[in-house]
């Protein structure tokens, strides 16, 4: 999609109808229109999108959805929405770790600025908690400063065993000139720290090539 441009979603069922493809979720959802990017993975033998969807500019609520693919019935289900990120505009998932090296799979949500939402943080990980069959808020990303940063774009990578994610952030609410932070995951308190911050002014995407 475009910058500050809204499209119905992209993300459509797997089989072509010959007269209209399905939106997911129908055209009731935030996510069927103004998506923003989706991020597909493979879980516990399923596929699974979510679809960030946030009209362009301060104003109008958004969300993210979350879809599973049935072979059988080819189409996506909707799994649930994350009514928190209202300025969702980037995606990334990824696996980690704990201490005993039990996997987890991550999602992280990026938002951008909302009007009388300043308080809104910048980047949301969630958590799949497999008992509810749904992601649950793990917790948020520190940020070098108390205000708070909105976010861009994510990358995650691995490097010698260790996973990091790289989260470039445009504005703050009156500056553009932000730092792009490096996180590490952290297998024993099971949360992401800052390992690095790299001088970037209004960064609109990030990538680890």
């Not at 693919?69 to 505009?89: I, K, N």
Request: glycine letters at 10%; zero cysteines; aromatic letters at 12%.
């Amino acid at each position: 999609t475009g910058v500050g441009q809204d499209y119905p979603s992209a993300a459509y069922e797997a089989t072509w109808n010959a007269s209209f493809p399905g939106r997911l979720g129908g055209n009731k959802l935030a996510s069927s229109f103004a998506a923003q990017q989706t991020k597909s993975w493979w879980m516990h033998g399923a596929l699974y999108v979510a679809v960030a969807a946030s009209p362009a500019g301060p104003v109008g609520y958004g969300n993210v959805g979350v879809y599973r693919y049935h072979p059988v019935r080819e189409a996506f289900t909707a799994v649930q929405t994350l009514e928190s990120d209202v300025g969702a505009s980037a995606l990334e998932h990824l696996g980690v770790a704990d201490a005993v090296g039990d996997s987890s799979d991550l999602l992280v949500v990026l938002n951008r600025f909302k009007d009388g939402l300043a308080s809104q943080p910048g980047a949301r990980v969630y958590r799949w908690d497999a008992a509810a069959g749904q992601m649950a808020l793990h917790h948020t990303l520190p940020l070098p400063t108390a205000q708070d940063w909105f976010g861009s774009a994510a990358s995650s990578f691995k490097r010698d065993g260790q996973s990091y994610l790289a989260v470039s952030f445009y504005w703050d609410g009156t500056d553009t000139s932000l730092q792009a932070v490096v996180y590490k995951w952290d297998p024993f308190t099971e949360a992401f720290t800052i390992h690095q911050t790299l001088s970037t002014h209004g960064a609109a995407d990030v990538a680890y090539v």
